[in-house]
């Protein structure tokens, strides 16, 4: 989520601000994962099929579906059948297929593990320490399926209305960007529990909190940060009262944009009637640094025919 030209992780990033917590709403979904075992039986016994390789399953699908589209930077929209396709098999990968169901960093600190990165999509997993904080920032026009493999995570997210605007009522005259927002409710994702997605219109801005245990987060992202797909990070502020003169959406407006929610997220009487809210874009950005681990997991390729 936090990219450089071709990683999904920046060397440097700032952090300053963290998002005003909301209504939290706690998830604990069933796991969904193949039942077979590995391993044969005794004494000539017929052993069990192995367990398939779902990261093979993963990479095959993300091949397929961005291969056939037209447009190599499109988006896989959350309510589409691909999306749900690419949902279903996350929703049967866990820690230890990716290799970090023993990874673990410092109290406040992030790590990323690349699996997959390729110029249509990229598969890798964010390691977060206790309390540790991944900053508000956007996907422009991307898709991002996310599982949560071990621990806890609180996620914030905000639907962006309209396009930002110059502001320059602050107290020191320091010009800043806003931009209006539907805010959702906070909701704790705690595995086992489905996977969820975002897309380049529901909940495309982001924050996540690792609960006292750290958290290990799966990300598939389509299409990936680029040097036109660059990622900006936000600061959260309550609303303001209308603003009629920028012929932004109105508040009804706002509650139109969340009928088609698709996440995967479970709605609530909150997001019923979302907050509408202003996000200034950080400048500077966060300080923010994340360190990258190598990859442990199973080959995401198929193996070599004989």
Request: negative net charge; glycine residues 8%; proline residues 8%.
């Amino acid at each position: 989520r936090t990219p450089n030209s071709r990683s999904s992780v920046p060397a440097r990033l700032r952090l300053r601000h963290c998002a005003r917590r909301g209504t939290t709403m706690r998830m604990n979904l069933p796991r969904l994962f193949s039942g077979a075992t590995h391993g044969g039986g005794l004494f000539g016994a017929p052993s069990k099929p192995a367990a398939p390789n779902r990261l093979v399953t993963l990479h095959d699908s993300l091949r397929r579906i961005t291969g056939a589209r037209v447009d190599d930077d499109a988006a896989v929209a959350a309510a589409s059948p691909e999306a749900a396709e690419l949902l279903g098999i996350l929703d049967g990968i866990e820690a230890r297929d990716v290799g970090v169901d023993q990874a673990d960093v410092r109290v406040g600190d992030v790590a990323y593990v690349p699996v997959v990165e390729t110029d249509r999509y990229h598969v890798g997993v964010f390691v977060l320490g206790p309390q540790a904080r991944i900053p508000l920032h956007d996907h422009p026009g991307m898709t991002v399926l996310s599982r949560v493999l071990r621990g806890s995570v609180t996620m914030s997210s905000f639907d962006l209305l309209g396009e930002g605007r110059d502001g320059s009522d602050v107290p020191n005259g320091r010009r800043r960007r806003m931009c209006r927002a539907a805010r959702h409710a906070e909701v704790e994702l705690r595995a086992p529990c489905a996977a969820v997605a975002l897309d380049p219109h529901h909940r495309n801005v982001h924050e996540f909190t690792a609960g006292a245990d750290g958290t290990a987060i799966l990300d598939v992202i389509v299409p990936p940060y680029d040097a036109t797909r660059r990622c900006t990070y936000y600061y959260y502020h309550h609303h303001r009262g209308p603003d009629t003169s920028s012929g932004e959406p109105s508040e009804e407006a706002v509650l139109r944009v969340d009928e088609d929610d698709a996440s995967g997220v479970e709605r609530t009487s909150h997001d019923q009637h979302p907050e509408v809210c202003v996000l200034e874009i950080a400048d500077p950005e966060p300080d923010f640094s994340c360190a990258t681990l190598p990859y442990k997991g199973l080959s995401p390729w198929a193996a070599a025919a004989p």
